[in-house]
Nanobody, 116 residues
Framework: QVHLVESGGGLVQPGGSLRLSCAAS????????MGWYRQAPGKQRELVAT???????NYADSVKGRFTISGDNAKNTVNLQMNSLKPEDTAVYYC??????????WGQGTQVTVAS
């Protein structure tokens, strides 16, 4: 079993920054990939960024150059630094972990609102 807890969401003005963190516990040593997804009202959940256990990152085109994902294997955390935020980044952001044996886990989500 894997438990994911997100933190760091909030309200920020356009152009501002936020840092999201995801703390993982449980059988996390078996993870292959961790990442962040987001879901805006009325839209489907979409990939934001992922990072493999070996540190290879992947980003959605919409956030490339603005967001940075990082992982700390020792602390079992994955972070998302979000800069130059835009109103269209407003969404609930979810942490995700995919295990080597196929398990797929989600956190409860954290709200990010970008508005002036």
């Amino acid at each position: 079993q894997v438990h994911l807890v997100e933190s760091g969401g909030g309200l920020v003005q356009p152009g501002g920054s936020l840092r999201l963190s995801c703390a993982a516990s449980g059988s996390i040593f078996s993870r292959n990939v961790m990442g962040w997804y987001r879901q805006a009202p009325g839209k489907q959940r979409e990939l934001v960024a992922t990072i493999t256990k070996g540190g290879v990152a992947n980003y959605a085109d919409s956030v490339k150059g603005r967001f940075t994902i990082s992982g700390d294997n020792a602390k079992n955390t994955v972070n998302l630094q979000m800069n130059s935020l835009k109103p269209e980044d407003t969404a609930v952001y979810y942490c995700n972990a995919v295990m080597s044996w196929g398990g797929n886990y989600w956190g409860q989500g954290t709200q990010v609102t970008v508005a002036s």
